[in-house]
């Protein structure tokens, strides 16, 4: 069994920064990918990015690339989400997530084991 705990959302203005903490603990040793997801209110959970049990490969989705950064640091057990030059339809429920497999997954269903999420508004 692993948690995940998200940290670090709030409400942010349009062009502004939130760095997103994921805090994983329990049977940490079978986490490999991490990804994070958003849901933005009405519509469905979407892939945000990716990240290699060592960091060295990493994916984005179109929306985001260029903006977020995606980074992890083993010996804390932590991923990270940078959020920069924000706009108002990142506004969502972001979610830290983790898979078992070494390959970089981006859908949903092949993660196993998800944190509950933190708000993140940006104003326009």
């Known amino acids: 069994q692993v948690q995940l705990v998200e940290s670090g959302g709030g409400l942010v203005q349009a062009g502004g920064s939130l760095r997103l903490s994921c805090a994983a603990s329990?049977?940490?040793?079978?986490?490999?990918?991490m990804g994070w997801f958003r849901r933005a209110p009405g519509k469905e959970r979407e892939f945000v990015a990716s990240?290699?049990?060592?960091?060295?490969?990493?994916t984005y989705a179109d929306a985001v690339k260029g903006r977020f950064t995606i980074s992890r640091d083993n010996a804390k057990n932590t991923v990270y989400l940078q959020m920069n030059s924000l706009k108002p339809e990142d506004t969502a429920v972001y979610y830290c997530?983790?898979?078992?497999?070494?390959?970089?997954?981006?859908?949903?269903?092949?993660?196993?084991?998800w944190g509950q999420g933190t708000q993140v508004t940006v104003s326009s």
């Open positions: 997530a983790a898979a078992t497999t070494f390959g970089i997954v981006t859908t949903a269903n092949r993660y196993n084991y």
């Open positions: 329990g049977r940490t040793f079978s986490t490999n990918v």
């Open positions: 990240i290699s049990w060592s960091g060295g490969s990493t």
